[in-house]
């Protein structure tokens, strides 16, 4: 059977719409066989009482076994080719031995920097070796070297949701430690497309927003804003920024620079060693976890520590101190 076929058949019904079928029956035994081709699509069907075996390539099928009912529609001709996706991801493996700063990848002019991960694959044993990850004018805006442990095998990731003015190189900035003599690891990025003028998106770390760096700012410190873009560090004894603390840096930042600042959510420093319990904002931009008096002009608190290293960031409503 060959050419053009329509085939509607009630109740026990095969409705088949194909520009060129060849269709075997064979009713012998007590399982009928039936096996249909398709031009550059392969159907096909094993009916044996209630159950079928379907393999396909470029078509569509609606099955029903009620009574081996088939409804077969062929895919129609293949559409032109998609538009290459804008997204990128890179692995590149690194030694204790490696040129530093290393390039990784440029990002492209308004694209999110959306995850960044270091995976330590043989410990660093040099005294004070450190990695850290960003632009060539802000190092470590990516991931500092507080947000990971060389010395120690494991996955360390961070979720900046970074965009840049223009396209820009990614490094990697390896220090190996004092008597090194091995470590090793593979750093993963990946970044993607966004909207102009959109928010960041919610990383799995928390709430992350970016904004442009007034003074040279190190990671880890609160920031209000200074401006409609920009941001420099905050201060309890200044009343007027009561309500425009906006979070707390994730990384460095040169001036002029973009920063990602952590609005809401977790963030570990494994140097760090808090109590458990309530965190201020201080002045100069530190956080404390003593509560502010005079002359502070107010008390904030921006979070709490959850444990030793880990801090949950969550800006409350200011206090003023009379």
């Known amino acids: ?50 159950s079928l075996a379907i393999e396909m390539q470029e078509a569509v099928l609606e099955v029903s076994t009620q009574e081996a009912v088939i409804e077969v ?37 308004a694209e999110l920097v959306q995850k960044v991960g270091i995976l330590i694959t043989t410990p660093f044993n040099g005294v004070g070796a450190a990695l850290k990850i960003g632009s060539s004018l802000a190092p470590a805006s990516l991931m500092a070297q507080g947000e ?16 840049y003015g223009a396209a820009t190189g990614i490094y990697l900035t390896t220090t190996p430690g004092a008597g090194a003599s091995q470590g090793a690891g593979v750093v993963t990025l990946i970044a993607g497309e ?13 709430v992350i927003i970016t904004r442009i760096a007034a ?10 804003a200074s401006s409609a873009t920009g941001c ?3 201060d309890n004894t200044v009343y007027a920024q009561r309500f425009a603390i906006l979070g707390l840096t994730i990384g460095a930042a040169a001036i002029g620079a973009e920063v990602s600042i952590l609005s809401f959510g977790m963030i570990t420093e494994l140097s760090w060693v808090w109590t458990p319990g309530p965190l201020y904002l201080g002045i100069d931009g530190l956080i404390t976890q003593t509560p502010p008096v005079a002359p502070a002009a107010f008390l904030l608190v921006v979070g709490a520590a959850v444990d030793a290293t880990h801090v949950l960031i969550d800006l409350h409503e200011p206090i003023v101190i009379q």
């Open 1 to 50: 059977m060959g050419a053009d076929l329509d085939i509607s058949v009630v109740e026990q019904s095969l409705d088949v719409t194909l520009a060129t079928l060849s269709v075997e029956v064979g009713a012998s035994g007590p399982d009928p066989i039936l096996d249909i081709s398709i031009l550059e699509t392969a159907v096909n069907v094993d009916v044996a009482e209630m």
């Open 73 to 109: 529609e062929a895919a129609g001709p293949r559409g032109a080719a998609g538009e290459p996706g804008t997204g990128a991801a890179i692995e590149v493996p690194f030694s204790y031995g490696d040129a530093t700063p290393e390039f990784l990848m440029t990002v492209p002019d």
């Open 148 to 163: 990971n442990n060389p010395a120690e095998a494991g996955t360390y990731e961070t979720h900046p949701n970074v965009s």
């Open 194 to 206: 966004s909207a102009a003028g959109q928010p960041a998106p919610i990383g799995s770390d928390g």
């Open 215 to 224: 003074q040279a700012l190190g990671g880890h410190r609160l920031v209000y």
């Open 232 to 234: 420099n560090y905050a």
